[in-house]
């Protein structure tokens, strides 16, 4: 986004310019004016000058207006005869190319394809007019090298215009690409903590009411149990229904990327007694010293858990017996999920995406993660490098 400078506030810089510009000129009129030139053509490439530099300060805001005072300022030189010169030389004359320059920077590439056609037949006008008042003895060459370095000095001050606004759009697009890639990042990290928090929650509660469906002796009450747990399966179901339209879980930690408190490893112990029922055993173990473990490691390791857990309890038929482990050893921590297969699988529809996102949290930190069949169930294991061994 390009910010317009404040009214009234100048760089020292554009002063400084004007300034010396401005002196130099007058240096030379007075100059001219020894060496013969008439007073009216003084005052009249005087007035030529301040339109020029007026040009300079209205392009700052209004590059047509000022690309077409600048162009009447040139024009009006270009009518001046001076002794043995060409008034378009003057100082001041350097202010019509900073309007080509402003101008061509602002507005589209075909407009200012037009301004720079306009300064060309400019010169060729002007180079016109001074050979038809070309004093004798001077050859006309002269005046070919002169509209040649004109010509020369506003393409080369459009080009460099034309590539520095590319670069500029380059950028922007550059920008923009970065913030829908920001976007999207967001947006799928949004839908990985929805799915290991929610999903997880929802599935303990499913299992805790199967739970308590199974051991009571109320025929009502266990049918009226059976129902809630249903219908907690299908609002696993739809929940995951409505992450998938928020796209791939293909975004690093949000967690730590927000600012937000990461999970620790102390959580893993409440984790696992809340999904415990009289259905589902689901115990916790630890060996080894614990070692330090970065942020991204520490969260793979609690999410690992998480949904190591989830889906033990939400694909198997109770009872179920879960373990949890957690060895370390200096350089890597294992973490450890497995279960015993259950009475058998559950049908639950469609696979969720919750592996993948773990997968990628156990990548980011820089471990491996990998599912295997078991003797009985499943093995779900994390092995993720400690600060002393990464």
């Known amino acids: ?118 300064a060309v037949l400019g010169i060729v006008v002007t180079e016109a007019v001074a050979w038809s008042r070309l004093p004798p003895g001077i050859p006309g060459w002269t005046l070919l090298i002169e509209g040649g370095l004109l010509v020369a000095v506003v393409g080369g001050v459009w080009g460099a215009a034309v590539l520095v606004r590319r670069r500029h759009e380059a950028g922007r697009r550059a920008e923009s690409e970065r913030l829908a890639v920001a976007v999207a990042d967001e947006r799928a990290s949004i ?11 929802v599935t303990v509660m499913v299992a805790r009411i199967e739970a308590a469906a199974v051991t009571t002796a109320d025929p009502a009450t266990r049918r009226e149990l059976g129902d809630i747990a249903e219908t907690g399966r299908d609002a696993h179901q739809g929940l995951r229904a409505m992450l998938a339209t928020l796209g791939p879980a293909t975004a690093p930690d949000a967690g730590a990327r927000r600012g937000q408190v990461p999970i620790s490893l102390d959580a893993i112990a409440d984790l696992v007694a809340s999904a415990a029922s009289p259905l589902h055993a689901v115990t916790f173990t630890e060996v080894g010293r614990r070692r330090p473990l970065s942020l991204s490691a520490e969260v793979a390791a609690v999410r690992t858990v998480q949904e190591g857990v ?81």
């Open 1 to 118: 986004m390009t910010v317009s400078p404040r009214r009234g506030t100048w760089p020292a810089t554009t002063v400084a310019a004007h300034g010396v510009l401005a002196v130099l000129t007058v240096l030379a009129l007075v100059g001219n004016r020894y060496s013969g030139a008439h007073p009216g053509q003084i005052l009249a490439a005087a007035g030529a000058a301040v339109l020029l530099h007026r040009a300079a300060v209205v392009s700052r805001r209004r590059p047509w207006v000022g690309y077409a005072t600048g162009a009447l300022g040139m024009l009006v030189l270009a009518t001046i005869s001076f002794p043995g010169w060409s008034a378009i030389l003057l100082p001041s004359a350097l202010c019509f190319p900073f309007t080509l320059w402003r101008l061509t920077g602002l507005v589209p590439v075909r407009s200012s394809v037009v301004a720079l056609a306009v």
């Open 310 to 390: 989830t889906n033990a309890l939400s694909h198997l038929e109770p009872p179920v017996a879960v373990t949890v482990r957690l060895r370390w050893t200096p350089a890597e921590l294992e973490v450890e999920v497995r279960d015993d297969g259950g009475t058998a699988r559950r049908g639950i529809g469609s696979r969720g995406t919750g592996l993948l996102g773990v997968g990628e949290r156990v990548r980011t930190a820089g471990g491996s993660l990998s599912m295997a069949q078991g003797d009985d169930g499943w093995v779900l294991r994390a092995r993720l490098p400690t600060k002393e061994g990464a």
């Open 191 to 201: 839908r990985r903590d929805l799915h290991d928090v929610i999903a997880h929650t």
